[in-house]
């Protein structure tokens, strides 16, 4: 994958999520390196509060932080993006998800939003980075390659190289066009077949919902990894529900024949 | 110019030089930025003052500050170096001085580094950057690809970034290929799957079975475009089997208790 600079109207696809950030001072040094290169597009989910209240309304704060969106949950952060990406220092094991270094990783996004498409980048809290249930959401990790005697880089400063990373020219190198016919189905689109499935598996005795959020986190991961388009998504809600119809209504005839 | 990644032995003919920087928190960020990604020389020149000693001294503090040298002048901190280069964010006018976006400036110093000459990095005050007198020390500026709207960034970010440039790796490829440990179904392993498919829509009546070989088609196609590993092809498959299982006992209690 090889790339060019990113256009505004690309770079103004992308969403910057920061989750549980406990410091109003990083929050506002991730907002002014977004406005520094062009990414204004700010969304913070449960961040430590009323600071980050003081912080936002501030006389001085920057205009990417008084227009920054505040979500309830990560999967409505990301409900409208095709592309989810979190940030890792690597120094945790993940195991289960593709781990890229940022040169790599930033490629694949910028290849992204030229399609067309939307993403989300997730950077999570300063002590502890992103949690299972955030990892779960997440198409694959980037990596800042930093050195493994100290990996963990300051809040502000790692929002700072990605974007930077993003904005940087390369050489003269060919564009991959990619199709964009059958767009990838977006984060949101992913979470409700996650939920009919959920209910299908809570009624069939597989899972107990509520109960059990490993066996939805896996869930998550196996719908995520299907790496579905948009029609095949809604091909696939329709055969579940369809299914799911039937485990609620054992006796009744079908309703459907084709 | 192009270039390779740097070896621990050539980032450390490397010093950064901060110039009467105001604030002790974006020393420390400058310093623990310089942990980071292994540059781990940094020589300050007047900086303001009793804070920047109290930082310096903490607990915590990053034992590159605290190894920090303090230099009375520009001409003493650069000294002992072959090359030395300003960082400015390009609005103030230079005429005099060449400037070169970071991208070819990172080369330029990378291959001085490599030929075994010493290199000094010089950032400037938050308020004013370098001065007159600064810049005259100065081989060529770099400057970072800010927006001309907002061209300045933090001290501590603008650190990270140059650095990250002298440490990203050119011609990295995203390691897209799936790990050997887990690889792709067969289609015999795949024909599994669509069979329990089918039995379970045949039954909730969303398709009938032997009825409808368009429909047949329809999932093979749809099932085989999911690009299963064997893993995850086994996951959907007791997914599916349970599923299929309560469609066929509706009444009887669940089995599995997971």
Redesign the interface.
């Known amino acids: 994958?090889s790339r060019t600079v990113l256009t505004a109207a690309e770079l103004d696809r992308l969403r910057v999520v920061l989750i549980a950030s406990r410091n109003p001072?990083n929050i506002g040094?991730a907002a002014?390196?977004m406005?520094?290169?062009?990414s204004l597009h700010l969304r913070v989910v449960h961040p430590y509060d009323v600071a980050f209240r003081e912080a936002r309304s501030a006389v001085d704060a920057e205009p990417v932080l008084t227009a920054a969106e505040e979500h309830a949950s990560v999967s409505d952060a990301v409900a409208d993006c095709g592309l989810v990406i979190g940030t890792t220092d690597g120094s945790r094991r993940t195991p289960r998800e593709?781990?890229?270094?940022?040169?790599?990783?930033a490629?694949?996004l910028c290849q992204h939003l030229r399609s067309g498409g939307q993403a989300a980048l997730l950077f999570g809290s300063e002590k502890v980075g992103l949690s299972n249930q955030d990892l779960s959401h997440c198409d694959f990790l980037l990596r800042?390659?930093?050195?493994t005697?100290?990996?963990?880089?300051?809040l502000?400063?790692a929002v700072?190289?990605v974007l930077?990373?993003l904005?940087?020219?390369?050489?003269t190198e060919p564009t991959t066009a990619p199709t964009v016919s059958d767009p990838i189905a977006t984060a949101g689109e992913r979470e409700r077949l996650v939920s009919v499935?959920l209910q299908?598996?809570d009624?069939?005795?597989?899972?107990h919902k509520g109960h059990?959020a490993t066996?939805e986190e896996?869930i998550r991961r196996?719908v995520r990894?299907?790496?579905?388009t948009q029609s095949?998504l809604y091909?696939?809600m329709?055969?579940l529900r369809?299914?799911l119809?039937?485990?609620e209504n054992?006796?009744t005839?079908?309703?459907?024949?084709?």
């Open positions: 994958v001072l040094a002014r390196a406005s520094n290169f062009g593709t781990l890229e270094r940022l040169e790599a990783g490629a694949l800042i390659p930093t050195r005697e100290h990996p963990s880089m300051n502000g400063q700072a190289i930077y990373e904005v940087r020219e390369t050489g499935l299908a598996l009624r069939s005795g597989y899972i059990d066996s896996r196996l990894h299907l790496h579905l095949e091909e696939w329709g055969i369809q299914l119809w039937k485990l054992p006796q005839p079908p309703p459907i024949e084709n």
